[in-house]
């Protein structure tokens, strides 16, 4: 069928800000789904609450709203924009759930408004699970014995019946929230009633468990005239029991003979057939592995992040195929954009192995529970293609930037052979390198089966990449073990520990003698058709394919996996530095190792190479690319990290040098500088023991930040009162502190800001100041801000500029680069200098209409900022006010202590402009899932110290006709002052109906404060005020800052009244 | 381990280490881009004679089991891959791949960069090659490789010296061998026929004398033109029998009626081509094997119609006769390995004859 020419304008719903579960993947298939759309010329509205997107810029749609994904504001787009149609199944399950929402309140029927792709029922029977079970009886497909309940007792019944281990899942949850697998009826009351809770639909299914099944999934297509599909088959390291978000992935399948992957895709066809699915779908299955019985796990009727893997997997681009299968295009009729001379109707053939390994937060959170079960955990994830599953596996590895940058773990090596077993048994995000260190220490691929269930097959890649560790190290700088070893995946550094040398020495020998990368195309076809696609990986083959083009290059070092405090942001200034660098003429090489982003999409750069991002893969490229340069302002810390390794290699690093970039992070050449420049910053000392350190907190006085020096996130930095915190610090950092100094900062009260600045060596441009809306002592990036500033006179604005100016300049910045400030009895103290692009650069690149990283690269490479129209100093400020607010996933994790401190803890962010300080508070509020009743009940719980800040609040609450709750020691200090308020139990008093946590969990209150207890005790009162919030979805809030914008976010929404 | 090497007429020569059967062996080199099913296609005997390259980098990783043999004495030369699992994981195995080339006396080269091989089998089309121990003398190889046609007369070496029967119930279908796979007469079992297979050289009178319901022209390796009497014997017989033809057997009866073949550059194999049925649209994946092809050209002045066709090049891949109940597949509708999409061919051909049953009963 051609094209729809009914329809031309068509509103794509974004996915909102990132969280566990709904990552980067969704801005990849949102930016492809618009840009298919205006390819076939139609005009795209497109609706995200995520500024920290590509999509959301102007040129991917001809209308963008960085608005909340809520009914109301949606609703308000549609009344203004009238779009024929609304294509909802390109961003993830926030797009589906508010385009079904949408068509309940009838207004696309009032509007003639149609969905496009699949359509809505066929939605609600693969997310049904009732009716999803239902279909898969009628077409007769083995579903594990499972029952929808909507009770605990119900659940109970049912697993009676079947026996245990049973698997909870809740209905309509994103990533698999509040499920888990139980083994008796205490684990089971639990999880059942936690999952029913979060359930929109208040139903869990309660299913037997088929752990240790092979896990598969296909990615399957279908076009309206029943052409369907397999993208790409595959297969779960770890067997069915963990989350595939949270599996090591293997493609194509590695352990299926043909009949068993026929058959199984016959089923992936058939269910996409009947579910009439009209562009991209997900099909997990089960496969017993010692017979031919399968079972159906799920269907994810929408592209996903799975779908997002399969494309950068196979080069597949699937968002894209499935946005144009939606207005009405065959697969037959579209062209294969990969090699150009096919067509999308094609199964992709790999000639290579491609893995897949999650990336958590445990780094970030190391008191929350590391068990891998049946909910997602994984911020983000690497992908790694190699010629072997061995060379995948270390590629991925390597790629993941965390302490392991191979197969050895130290902790997994000092542990017992008990506690072995037991993270063997037991899974958690680093099980890969226990199983690693079991085959060092003898144990048998059966033994390890045993206690894994892990496919014989896949250990026995571990198992092998073991006996070559041995055999490199007993045969050091031995030729033939070297080729072997670089064959399999084994880093420099790796061999070079092997063997008791530096890497740069296995380099020279691997140099000497010829053993070097060969880059090979990802083509969609093993060959078998002449391609074109600039998407290379290395492997250590014959034959070369990625030839340098004559064109002058620049290489544009990306930011890796997404992490807390490095998230999607760093990608959107990477692919902003590549349009500047292809605007200038220039050849744009990116290199990533991220599966989810846009930058990794080959259509993207002028070459793709996805590769580990470390300093042996980026100058293997560069021997062979010989680019002019290398730019590491825009991958985050990631890139930032290589710069002295390139530099050292000779390689020259485009912009600020590593010299500049040393002084920025080098606390004593910094401090110096500041001096000399007269600036301010807080008294800050660094030390190197522990004794060192708290002699340092003593003499600056308490309180004080202590962290360790080149920190990203502000992982491991606190704010400590005295020094019993201090050395309990200590303790609990002794691994980081052992190997960083530490720094011990004043810690000062007032007001952050934060501002990016764009330096060419004379002119410095700053687009513009964000205030944060909370005191220092929460990290800026789970800080709310606001643009322009609200609290600061024109004196304080003229200090910072002047100071960054001065900073610029001294620093000898050539592009962009970060300041952070505090602004403490109306001076401006520096607290931090980030000689990067940071992640506020989405956002204020979205506000001012600066493209900022486009306007650095072109300053990078030459283009002063007088020659680009820029001038020197502070942007004319905008006259809308845009407000950004963090985005949390604690309900995905347990034991993380939900109070906000200097550590970064927000997965995302989003966005809420308007004309008024207050509206556009609202807004970023709705956009971050608070959006509260006018008329609500709030519960305080209040630690002493905060007693004095929270009266004026808690009156602020009352006025607008807010019910006080509050446990008794607040209560009765606001009662004291005059407010109405009702008293609730604490917790360990009688649990009856005015026991806080029933009152949280009956969904009594709409609104948690809570500010007690931030230790490190689990079982503080606080903490599980805290977690009984978030378990039970309702909005909390640990910083009286937000307290105060939030009421004044309500407060213009109301009427205040008054008695005469 | 054990070098061996990969010489092609062209000179080049490839390194890698040995597996399978220890011995020296001369074919035409192919390649394969499924991604599963190498046991199916090593016992391919459209594969006979011919060196096959597999581009998933990864082979042997389920070993090798008795259910999935595609013909008991495969005739394939060698096997030529990227890596060679180490341990291979299957319920059903009951061998390894390596152990099962031993036995079967079939060389195997691993660590070959296979996607160099298939960039030079695609650019300079089908090559003849060797598989070797060593290249010390490397020009009378060479002499040796370009003096060979390997697939010569090959359907004589393959197809059945007599008939045999795969014994069943309710319609009598005659199978014509040119290199049969097992998965034909699994599809034809399925479906309740009692099957008589014949050498490819059965003439007209012999299988009309058999008085069964239907013929199917199966499979097989090398050049159709070569098929000159079983052309003829087509001829004659569609007049009579519903006739289906696969692969092989599709390219004889486009010779029988009329029309020509042609060597393609590198041909077609793997199991994701994508092949439309014409009339009504729709698409199937398909499980192919053939380095010839139907030249559509010649068809316009014969009395066939082009039912499918490749969407990506416009290869023919299907056709029927405008007058008599006959039709031909250039894919395998019995896959094995690859998808089932097509298998309802089978039940197509089974309706066919079916029909023609009751015809003559109620004539």
Known sequence: MPKRTDIHKILVIGSGPIIIGQAAEFDYSGTQACLALREEGYETVLVNSNPATIMTDNEIADHVYIEPLTVESVSRIIRKEYPDAILPTL????????????????????????????????????????????LMQRLGEPVPASQTVETVDGALDFAHKIGYPVIVRPAFTMGGTGGGMCHNDEELKAIAANGLDLSPATQCLIEKSIAGYKEIEFEVMRDASDNAMVVCCMENFDPVGIHTGDSIVFAPSQTLSDREYQMLRDCALKLIRALKIEGGCNVQLALDPNSYHYDVIEVNPRVSRSSALASKATGYPIAKMAAKIAVGLNLDEIKNPVTGTTYAEFEPALDYVVCKIPRWPFDKFTRADRRLGSQMKATGEVMAIGRTAEEALQKAVRSLEIDQKDLFSAPAHQATDIQLEDKLVHAEDDRLFYVAEAFRRGYTIEDVHELTKINDYFLDVVHHLIELEKQIEDHPEDVATLRTAKKYGFSDPTIAKLWKTTPEKVRALRKQEGILPVYKMVDTCAAEFDSSTPYFYSTYDRENESQRTGKESVLVIGSGPIRIGQGVEFDYATVHCVKALQSMGYEAIVMNSNPETVSTDFSVSDKLYFEPLTLEDVMNVIDLEQPMGVIVQFGGQTAINLAAGLAKNGVQILGTSVKDLDAAEDRRIFDEIIKKLELKQPVGLTATTHQGVIDAAEKIGYPVLVRPSYVLGGKAMEIVYNEGELREYLKENADVAADHPILIDAYLEGRECEVDAICDGTDVLLPGIMEHIEHAGVHSGDSMAVYPPQSFDDDIKHQIVSATKKLAIALKCQGIMNIQFIIHDHEAYVLEVNPRASRTVPFLSKITGIEMAQVATRVILGKSLAEQGYKDGLYPESKTIHVKAPVFSFNKLDDVDSYLGPEMKSTGEVMGSDQTFAKALYKAFAGAKMQLPDNGSVLLTIEDNDKQTILPLAKRFALIGWRLLATKGTADFLKENGLHVETVGKIGEEDGEHNILRVIKDNKVDLVINTMGHDYAKNSDGFIIRQTAIEHNVPLLTALDTVGALLRALENRSFSTTAL | ??????????????????????????????????????????????????????????????????????????????????????????????????????????????????????????????????????????????????????????????????????????????????????????????????????????????????????????????????????????????????LFGICMGHQVFALANGAKTYKMKFGHRGFNHPVRNIATGEIDFTSQNHGYAVDPQSIDSTKLLVTHEEVNDGTVEGLRHKQYPAFSVQFHPDAAPGPHDADSLFDDFISMVDQQRSERTNA
């Open chain 1, 91 to 134: 961003g993830g399950q926030i797009g589906l759930n508010l385009a079904v929402a949408l068509s309940k309140t009838g207004l696309l029927d009032e509007l003639h408004i149609q969905l496009l792709g699949t359509k809505l029922d066929s939605i609600d029977e693969a997310e049904d699970r009732e009716k999803f079970k239902e």
């Open chain 2, 1 to 242: 381990m054990m070098e061996r090497y990969l010489v092609l007429e062209d000179g080049s020569v490839y390194a890698g280490e040995a597996f399978g059967a220890d011995r020296s062996t001369l074919g035409e080199v192919v390649f394969t881009t499924g991604m599963t099913g190498y046991q199916e296609a090593i016992t391919d005997q459209s594969y006979a004679n011919q060196i096959l390259v597999f581009t998933n980098p990864l082979i042997g990783n389920y070993g090798v089991n008795l259910d999935d043999y595609e013909s008991l004495e495969p005739q394939i030369k060698g096997v030529i891959c990227h890596q060679v699992a180490r341990r291979p994981s299957n319920w059903r195995m009951q061998d390894t791949l390596p152990n099962f080339l031993d036995q079967r006396e079939i060389p195997g080269i691993q660590g070959i960069d296979t996607r160099e091989l298939v960039r030079k089998l695609r650019q300079h089309g089908t090559l003849r090659g060797a598989i070797v121990d060593n290249v010390d003398e490397l020009a009378d190889l060479l002499k040796k490789i370009k003096a060979s046609h390997p697939t010569a007369n090959i359907i004589s070496q393959v197809s059945t010296k007599s008939p045999y029967p795969n014994p069943g119930t309710k319609r009598n279908i005659v199978v014509i061998d040119f290199g049969i796979k097992h998965s034909i007469l699994r599809e034809l079992a399925e479906r309740e026929c009692n099957v008589i297979v014949l050498p490819y050289t059965a003439t007209a009178q012999q299988v009309l004398n058999l008085k069964a319901d239907g013929i199917l022209l199966s499979n097989g390796p090398g050049d159709p033109e070569e098929m000159e009497g079983a052309a003829a014997m087509v001829a004659e017989v569609e007049k009579h029998l519903p």
